[in-house]
């Protein structure tokens, strides 16, 4: 064979191993419409918690725990910068007495907190500073969740408020405030709570991971337990973590915490690389992970825990589950219809049952645009 034939050749078999082109994020017009339902279904504390965070990711990524140092600078560049996530923290908040959540949680510890992040933003970043209500309702918050809510005998904060009941949403919902408000806070105490925020992760590992590499979705209580596999409690225990690493990595305490850090790297690639092990060929994840015979396949999980694994790869370099966000978002692609909902999600209230037709998940839509966010950032990471 000539030079040139090897040439060909050798050309034919790198596009052979390359595949298919990637596919790319979601347009402008499919973004805005995702958004815009989002902001009209997101109405509990956890929604509007998850829906503000969103919010940042995909508009202000400069403010977000993802960009630069934790806490940005306090003074925004333009008075609209962040306007629309700072006007609903402040508008939702609804609770300034005493040690109590931000919100009504529906009998949940957890979720009202999800929305501190956007309060401590707000706060921080405010330029009347005399207004001190949002760093009052940010400190009852935080004592709420420190010295109110039960807790297990080593000082797992419970999700629920009337026993101690430990969710996997809890990750996402508190340890990512705890930490901002250590970041924030700066000193001894600063550093005292973002070793709380990483202790609440470590605690909520050991109760609900089960040594399958996967979490259990709810342990503890009296009522009922859930410990399958949930697809979604394993997206919101990484995504959680997540936001604690980066916090943690980005506040000015980061070198007192080189082993915390590599622990949450550890324990959030364990549930992604358990989780993908059991990705559908299309992309999708089964809605109780590991059991493809008894359940259904779940856009919502496989969305957020795609996010997940394009933020990893940007932080740590290393590409290992990149396919397999690839072909999550493909399938997340072909499953958002032309009004802007995403399909093929399961219940949000049920956890076991599928959206009926008609009806749409806020945490869902959210998740959408925190996959586009994740892998454009991830994309820009590589210099593209
Ligand atoms: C949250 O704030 C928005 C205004 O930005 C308002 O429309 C909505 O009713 C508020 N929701 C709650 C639960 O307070
Ligand atoms: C405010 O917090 C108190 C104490 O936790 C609680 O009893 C009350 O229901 C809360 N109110 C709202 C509107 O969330
Ligand atoms: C609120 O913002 C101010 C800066 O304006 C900061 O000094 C204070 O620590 C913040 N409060 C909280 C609870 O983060
Ligand atoms: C992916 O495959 C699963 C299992 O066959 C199926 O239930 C699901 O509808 C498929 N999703 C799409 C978007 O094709
Ligand atoms: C879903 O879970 C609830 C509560 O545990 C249970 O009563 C119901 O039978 C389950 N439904 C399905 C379809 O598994």
Redo the contacts with the bound molecule.
């Keep these: 064979m000539g030079i040139i034939g090897l040439l060909t050749l050798l050309a034919a078999c790198s596009a052979v191993l390359a595949g298919p082109a990637p596919p790319e994020g979601f347009d402008d017009n499919t973004l805005a419409k995702v958004k815009a339902n989002l902001e009209t279904i997101a109405t509990h504390s956890w929604e509007i918690g998850t829906e503000l965070e969103t919010l940042t990711e995909l508009e202000w990524p400069k403010l977000s725990v993802f960009y630069g140092a934790v806490p940005p600078p306090a003074q925004l560049p333009t008075p609209n910068t962040a306007a629309d996530v700072i006007g609903k923290a402040t508008a939702n908040i609804s609770n300034f007495s005493g040690p109590s959540p931000l919100i009504d949680g529906d009998g949940a510890v957890g979720d009202p907190a999800s929305l501190g992040v956007a309060v401590l933003l707000a706060n921080w970043t405010r330029t009347d500073l005399s207004d001190n209500r949002l760093e009052l309702a940010a400190k009852n918050q935080l004592d709420y969740l420190l010295n109110v809510a039960p807790q297990t005998p080593d000082g797992a904060i419970s999700h629920r408020a009337s026993e101690v009941q430990l969710w996997a949403d809890f990750v996402y919902m508190a340890p990512p405030f705890i930490a901002y408000y250590g970041a924030i806070a700066g000193g001894d105490y600063g550093a005292s709570l973002l070793a709380e925020a990483y202790k609440q992760c470590k605690l909520y590992r050991q109760y609900l991971s089960d040594g399958s590499g996967l979490w259990r979705h709810i342990v503890l209580g009296s009522d009922w337990q859930d410990h399958n596999h949930w697809g979604t409690g394993n997206g919101w225990a990484a995504a959680g973590m997540l936001r604690v690493l980066e916090t943690i990595a980005r506040s000015g305490h980061a070198w007192k915490f080189s082993d915390e850090l590599a622990d949450l790297t550890t324990w959030i690639d364990e549930i992604l690389t358990h989780s993908w092990a059991f990705q559908?060929e299309?992309g999708?994840l089964y809605n109780w992970i590991d059991q493809e015979d008894t359940t259904f396949?779940d856009s919502s999980s496989t969305a957020l825990l795609g996010a997940v694994s394009f933020r990893l790869a940007t932080i740590t370099r290393n590409s290992l589950h990149i396919p397999s966000a690839h072909r999550a978002l493909k399938?997340i692609k072909?499953?958002v219809n032309e009004d802007g909902w995403l399909l093929?999600t399961v219940d949000p209230f049920t956890f076991n049952t599928t959206s009926l037709p008609g009806q749409y998940s806020p945490e869902g839509q959210a998740f959408v645009l925190l996959l586009h966010s994740a892998w454009r950032d991830f994309e820009a990471s590589r210099g593209h």
Excluded: I
């Design positions: 559908h299309n999708t396949t399938v072909q499953s093929n």
